[in-house]
């Protein structure tokens, strides 16, 4: 077996599993789980309509490339969200369907490292884990970027030394962030372009939340109209993941896009032909209805920004932590043991949320998740406000 396996962390679910067991909950409670970035929103009819009307289409192979239709529909979907010029994402060269951006971020960093020259690839911490799993299995090390309530959530660039740069293959962001919430700032966008153009590295933005956010006047910038404004019209080291699954409440239908500079497109679909990857064809059909169905996006933001204005009022006099900007997640500090944190509100009150220690590694300043958690406001809204209602109660009895 590959001995790079033996490298990889379990993952934080499974270590919420472990911590769980044994606790047993009060027996008139529903459980309410706020653990995962699972939406439960109703997805599109239409979507769901179309998928059915093209079941039949399964007994024929998918290319890895995608039907030209849908390669269309994320092009135009990109164009339209992010105000960039008609026709400037050529929808042959740059846009390539994926089965969901987990597999595709972990897939994209098997064929962007060169492990024989000492690879870096530079994330976020906290940070989505496929990020590090990925890292390992391609034999680079992981370089963690702190983001803390000190820096503004935002990872210090210039703080990171040349001889860190040099080795860096794939620099990872996620904005809106998971679990900050933080949209990071053109300048800030800017900056990682600028560096990744002197050293010569990959930035792979994963974008996946980019449809959620708290204010309709600021909707979060994109790498690629940053990237184009700076005048790289074929988006020079730049790639960006896209998904459904937040947008359209399609989590299971695992259906995203990566889109690009064509060059590394190119050599993307060429690891991806022997992977085995493609997309069913009428879960591509789906997904272009889903692309073109822009009011559905609206609906499903204003519903988490509906519960954003329900619990925040009940939890902030009891919970440290920041309104984000985006994301649907909230990341109060405990002031204590996460891990226990979480257990005891389980079994007080049914009521599961992540320990923020989970989602993150030690650095020189300690791990940044200790003594957080992750609180995932994804079930419907009256839910949402029986969970907030538990948190209060069991903290009220629990101060922190």
Known sequence: MNPLLTR?????????????AGSNPPAGLTPIDMWIGEPRHEPPQSVLATLRENLHRLGTYPTTAGLAQL??????????????????????????PVNGTREALFAFVQAAVDAARDPLVLMPNPFYQIYEGAALLAGAAPHFLDTTAANDYTPDLDAIPPSIWRRCQVLFLCSPGNPTGKVLP????????????????????????????????????????????????????????????????????RSGFVCGDPEILSRFLLYR??????????????????????????????????KFERVVPILAPLLDFEKPDGAFYLWPHVRGDDERFVRDLYAA????????????????????????????????????????????????????
């Open 8 to 20: 990889l962390h379990a993952y934080p679910f499974e270590r919420l599993a472990r911590l769980k």
């Open 71 to 96: 390669r269309s529909a994320c092009a135009r979907w990109l164009e339209r969200r992010y105000r960039l010029p008609a026709d400037s994402i050529d929808p042959a060269t740059m846009v390539l």
């Open 186 to 253: 053109p300048v800030f966008l800017r900056r990682a372009l600028a560096l990744a153009e002197q050293y010569d590295f990959i930035i792979a933005a994963d974008e996946c939340y980019t449809d959620i956010y708290l204010d309709d006047r600021s909707p979060p910038a994109g790498l690629l109209e940053v990237c184009r404004a700076r005048g790289h019209d074929r988006f020079q080291r730049c790639v960006v993941f896209h998904s459904l699954s937040k947008r359209s409440s399609v989590p299971g239908l």
């Open 273 to 306: 032909t022997y992977h085995g990857s493609a997309m069913p064809v009428p879960t591509q059909l789906a997904s272009i209805t889903a692309w073109q169905d822009d009011d559905y996006a609206v609906r499903n933001r204003h519903l988490y920004q509906e």
């Open 349 to 400: 009150e049914a009521v599961t949320v992540l320990p923020g220690s989970y989602l993150a590694r030690a650095g020189v300043g300690g791990n940044p998740g200790a003594g957080r958690v992750r609180i995932s406001l994804v079930p419907p809204v009256a839910q949402c406000i029986e969970a907030a209602e538990r948190i209060r109660d069991f903290l009220q009895r629990n101060p922190i």
